[in-house]
């Protein structure tokens, strides 16, 4: 669940997407393997690409407190825990912290965080006046205000009333675009309102966040986003956990320059139509070059009566995939993340994880790399999906998958190794259960710092070093 987009003021950048990623193996075995032109992902940002990746920090040190291991050098303050009370006053911090961007301020950092709650989430989304969508649904977002030190200034509800807040993406004009990853109609459980939809929050103020949907953007299992800031073009990813799987979207929007609120002028929905490939789980190999990538208007983008996937498209119909996650624009590029695809659940073939691009003015689509197990993987099939670009060169992954959970960086030699392992267990000491790493971001302004959340029990942390070391 996740995204990732350099802020076009080249201060900070944000993940890609979280779920079900490596499976974990120990602090040096990283179990991923990779195979395609790695060196294409640091496109994005002239500083990653020409540092390309140190070869890491060094061995993880275990943390005395039992919370977050390190390497050396390094230091982590805990921002935020679910459970405790918003500076705000508002309630409690609310549950399940995953994607999550950061916003540069003077002297400041804004984080936004998504809460990825369900229906059975221990701690909601305080339903907050002027920024709650549908009191029936327990999800949304929260704003921090990081100083110094990692000092928490403010800590505040951005918006109430969504449901499974996945992941998203920033806009050029420094607002959070929050995705639903549910499409359930009011009427389901709690629900009063139609779920699956996209929601524009305002990181600075609450009083500028209007909790109403963005309605031409479409109605499906959002994913992530992202901007081509030429022209506005919005990515969109849907993850649909059965068949037909999930399309890949582009929003037209009808004001291009953009700005806040600009989105809700409308535009055309479009999904991603790669003739002779309906599934693109069946293109195996890296550097595959496709060009007449078209797209079909959405005949139905609220999907009133049918979801958008299973609508007819006409001729050829459209190009689905399993797991479709993280987005993010690099260059002149969007880059998209397609998780894992198996047979045996209606994929056309099998992978461990690809990363695609699309080159808007060409009309090319190129599978950039694919991710796979080695040796040391346990449980095949756990797949990547968070990754970020960090400032100093190199990508930053974070792991979902079975045993001890880690961020990893990567660096263009394909070389992996460890950057944080969670050590808070939610299960018991003989069937310990390792809480997933989500929503890693980048800011700097002179000091850089890695902001990562642990998705249960929620935990935001501020990470501190020498980044730029060799």
């Not at 920033?170 to 699956?196: I, M, Q, R, S, V």
């Not at 950039?368 to 999906?385: A, C, K, L, M």
């Not at 310990?432 to 890693?440: H, K, L, S």
Request: proline share 7%.
């Amino acid at each position: 669940m996740g995204y990732l987009i350099v802020n076009p003021r080249g201060v900070c950048a944000m993940s890609v997407s979280r779920r079900r990623l490596l499976a974990g193996t120990g602090a040096v075995g990283a179990g991923i393997a990779f195979t395609g032109a790695v060196e294409e992902l640091f496109a994005g940002d002239a500083a990653a690409a020409a540092a390309g990746g140190r070869a890491g920090y060094g061995p993880l040190v275990p943390d005395p407190k039992g919370v977050l291991d390190l390497p050396r050098g390094f230091r982590y303050t805990v921002l935020s825990r679910e459970g405790e009370r918003l500076r705000s006053g508002e309630g409690a911090v609310p549950s399940s912290f995953d994607g999550m961007a950061a916003f540069p301020g003077r002297g400041r950092t804004w984080l936004v965080r998504n809460h990825e709650n369900r229906p059975d989430a221990e701690h909601r989304v305080p339903p907050v006046e002027g920024v709650t969508y549908d009191p029936g649904a327990l999800g949304g977002c929260t704003a921090l205000e990081v100083g110094h030190g990692g000092r928490v200034h403010t800590e505040r509800v951005a918006i109430a009333g969504t449901a499974v807040n996945c992941a998203g993406g920033p806009t050029p004009w420094n607002t959070w675009l929050t995705c639903e990853e549910n499409e359930d109609k009011a009427g389901t459980g709690d629900f009063t309102k139609d779920h699956g939809f996209i929601f524009e929050v305002d990181p600075y103020r609450q009083d500028r966040t209007v909790p109403e949907p963005l309605e031409a953007m479409g109605r499906f299992q959002h994913e992530a986003i992202a901007v081509d800031p030429r022209d506005g073009t919005v990515y969109e990813t849907e993850d649909a956990f059965e068949r037909p799987f999930g399309l890949f979207y582009r929003f037209l929007p009808r004001r291009p320059r953009g700005g806040f609120g600009s989105l809700r002028a409308g535009g055309r929905l479009e999904a991603m139509h790669v003739p002779g490939v309906p599934d693109l789980s069946t293109v195996q190999q890296p550097g595959t070059v496709i060009d007449g990538v078209r797209w079909k208007r959405v005949p139905d983008p609220l999907a009133k009566e049918t979801p958008i996937r299973f609508q007819d498209f006409g001729r050829g119909g459209v190009t689905h995939a399993q797991k479709l996650e993280g987005c993010y624009w690099g260059g002149d590029r969007v880059y998209f993340v397609t998780s894992f695809a198996r047979r045996e659940e209606g994929s056309g073939a099998d992978h461990f994880g690809q990363v695609w691009s699309y080159e808007p003015r060409a009309g090319r689509l190129t599978l950039v790399i694919v991710f796979g197990p080695d040796t040391d993987v346990r449980t095949p099939g756990e797949s990547p999906d968070n990754i970020c670009l960090a400032p100093q060169g190199g990508l930053m992954v974070c792991e979902d998958g079975g045993g001890a959970q880690h961020v990893y960086g990567v660096t263009r030699r394909r070389e992996v190794y460890p950057v944080a392992r969670n050590r808070q267990n939610t299960g018991t000491e003989a069937e310990p259960e390792w809480g997933e790493f989500a929503g890693v971001t980048f800011c700097g302004g002179g000091r850089t710092t890695m902001y990562v959340n642990v998705y249960e029990p929620g935990t935001t942390f501020a990470v501190t070093g020498p980044w730029n070391r060799h």
